[in-house]
Antibody, heavy 118, light 112 residues
Framework: EVQLQQSGPELRRPGSSVKLSCKAS????????MHWVKHRPEHGLEWIGW????????KYAQKFQSKATLTADTSSNTAYMQLSSLTSEDTATYFC???????????WGQGTLVTVSS | DVVLTQTPPTSSATIGQSVSISCRSS???????????LYWYLQRPSQSPQLLIY???KLGSGVPNRFSGSGSGTDFTLKISGVEAEDLGVYYC?????????FGAGTKLELK
């Protein structure tokens, strides 16, 4: 069974950074792209980018180009997203989602709530 | 970026009623490879989104056949034929044809 287990909630100060994890089970992360999506209830869903864990290739939405860094550790079957220079605008739930061909997000993690507050 | 406009923003339905949600794109979603990368997702309260429909009309794995998708170009529709209680939540259309992926603002389905 495919599962994506995301790390727990984070509280950070403005200006700091945070690294979120998404541990995959039931398959090898090198077999599929991993996407990351941001959710703020009043702003809806936004696609951040994807990583190909097989070779580390990444693609970002332009607005997240300097905000997010996607990486993957094949030895632990885990994808990561680092968010830098945090502001209140980064307060959101972040999801990882596995691609399944045809650019669809077939499997989703449970989400990680990041709260940025002084 | 491609803008997806969903209507209505909120829909109230009784159990068993049929419901349609519209998604209109600011650009054609027909890709040069012949596919139309338009999807529908449902996010139930406090849950992750779930894939319902991909490539306009293909049913996701394990999705009941009361869900159906149709449309082409810039106009798309999700239909639920006989709403059940578990269908309540927010429905999003998403496009993957143009970079970046973009989401509609969502349609909240409530019980009347």
């Amino acid at each position: 069974e495919v599962q994506l287990q995301q790390s727990g909630p984070e509280l950070r100060r403005p200006g700091s950074s945070v690294k979120l994890s998404c541990k995959a089970s039931g398959y090898s992360i090198t077999d599929y792209l991993m996407h990351w999506v941001k959710h703020r209830p009043e702003h809806g869903l936004e696609w951040i980018g994807w990583i190909d864990p097989e070779d580390g290739e990444t693609k970002y939405a332009q607005k997240f180009q300097s905000k997010a860094t996607l990486t993957a550790d094949t030895s632990s079957n885990t994808a990561y997203m680092q968010l830098s220079s945090l502001t209140s605008e980064d307060t959101a739930t972040y999801f990882c989602a596995r691609d399944e061909g045809y650019r669809r997000f077939a499997y989703w993690g449970q989400g990680t709530l990041v709260t940025v507050s002084s | 970026d491609v803008v997806l406009t969903q209507t209505p923003p909120t829909s109230s339905a009784t159990i068993g009623q049929s419901v349609s949600i519209s998604c209109r794109s600011s650009q054609s979603l027909l890709d040069s490879d012949g596919n139309t990368y338009l999807y529908w997702y449902l996010q139930r309260p406090s849950q992750s989104p779930q894939l319902l429909i991909y490539l306009v009309s293909k049913l996701g794995s394990g999705v009941p056949n009361r869900f159906s998708g149709s449309g082409s170009g810039t106009d798309f529709t999700l239909k639920i034929s006989g709403v059940e209680a578990e269908d309540l939540g927010v429905y999003y259309c998403v496009q993957g044809t143009h970079d970046p992926y973009t989401f509609g603002a969502g349609t909240k389905l409530e019980l009347k």
